[in-house]
């Protein structure tokens, strides 16, 4: 059988993506066939995409954009005990997320409860499990962190919504940067929200007489320093988006993730999700042949929310 995809075969612009045909992947050992629903676009898959990550001219081999996933299980691997054909699911794609059929490890799969929309459901996956790790960084884990003053710096974006949620409900004090058209969405999820930018030391002081603990950094919009004087060490403060400064400020730079603990993460993540603790980011959906107008919208930040391709 054959199937729709999307994938590049040299660096560069939305251009290079093109919709393909091609046979449909095998599941292998701990893998499931999925029949993807729908396909979330992270700022990751674009980064990819441009070849600024990679230090070469062109991928060894087509490459097929995308982690976040949610479908329906259509064929089981050897070694698959937990996942039968029919599950609806939500999780990481293992090559790429961008088509009508993909294989997923079934370790990074967690089942998608039905009343969560399988468009939203793939909005979940990085943007939360990436929260549930940085927040353990921050010394925020699982209890009761009443007392704790946090800020997050991008508090509207993917990451952003699930750490600032997450943390009010572990009982931190959050503060969250956004846009000004943003300042409600912030005030929605628990925090109080400031406007990014110049200035944003003297704002946070203001309404942080106590003082802030910790900060996270999602944005990589150039916030480090001032997260670092607003919390007075590099020790208090984790970025996901910006390495250099990291680099240049001692400050945890934070990639990558077990995937059992993501996987626990992940399932606490879409119980809040469907019980209503947790809400997730506005979805914009986008057919899969104008997956390029998407990445490009994520980059450009013209389109609010998580954008979504639906095969
Ligand atoms: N290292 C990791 O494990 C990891 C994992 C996931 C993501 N990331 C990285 O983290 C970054 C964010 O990812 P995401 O998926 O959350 O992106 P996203 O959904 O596109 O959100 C980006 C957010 O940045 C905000 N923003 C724009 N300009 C800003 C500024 N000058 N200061 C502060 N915030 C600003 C935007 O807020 P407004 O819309 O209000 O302007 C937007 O909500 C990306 O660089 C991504 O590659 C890293």
Redesign the pocket.
Known sequence: MTSRAVQYRRFGGPEVLEVVEREDPVPGDGQVLLAVRAAAV???DW?LRTGAMAGTDAPPEPTVPGYDVAGVVEAVGPGVADLAVGDEVLGKGANGSYAEKIVADAVRLVRKPAALAFEQASSVP??AT?AY??LDLLGLGEGDHTGTTLVV????????VYAVQLAVARGATVIG???E??QD?VRALGATPVV??DGLVERVRALAPQGVDVALE??????LRDLVELTGSPDTVVT??DYPGAQELGVT?????DPQDERRWLADAVVRLADGRFRT?TVVTYPLDEAGTAQDD?QH?RV???LVLVP
């Open positions: 992270n700022p990751l980064k990085v943007g990436t790790r940085v710096d991008g508090a509207s974006g993917a990451v952003g940067t956004a846009s058209k943003h969405d990014y930018g999602t944005a990589g919009k150039g916030a996901i988006a730079f934070s990639s990558g993730g980011t994520n930040g609010a929310g998580k």
